[in-house]
């Protein structure tokens, strides 16, 4: 009997400390060059300091996905939260909106790009 209740205790102890771990996604959308409308760019979404590793990233325009859209290997840090980054060439244009679109542990969020205010 001692050593069943032992065993669902340390059962109980792994679990609450698994759980404690889950942490979100930090989450930037930005260009690799200066964000001006009408010139050529790349557009990236980066997520990081998230936990467990499941995690879905996608760029969007006007709510469609970026046929072109391709992202890195999914890596970690020393304390084993996780980073990703998407990322797609794109021209933007004024009246178009673009979006990462981020779903982990069931929750989407969204986070829409804003051109370099000049």
Known sequence: MKS???????????????????????????????????????????????YPPEIDLQLLVDGVKFKDAKQTDLAFEENWYYHLTAHAPFTPQKDRKYTCKVTHQGETRSYNWEPDSL
């Open 4 to 50: 069943a209740v032992f065993f669902c205790l340390v059962g109980l102890l792994l679990f609450v400390l698994c759980e404690s771990k889950i942490s979100p996604p930090v989450v930037q959308i930005y260009t690799r060059g200066p964000g001006i409308y009408d010139r050529e760019n790349v557009l990236l979404c980066h997520a990081k300091g998230f």
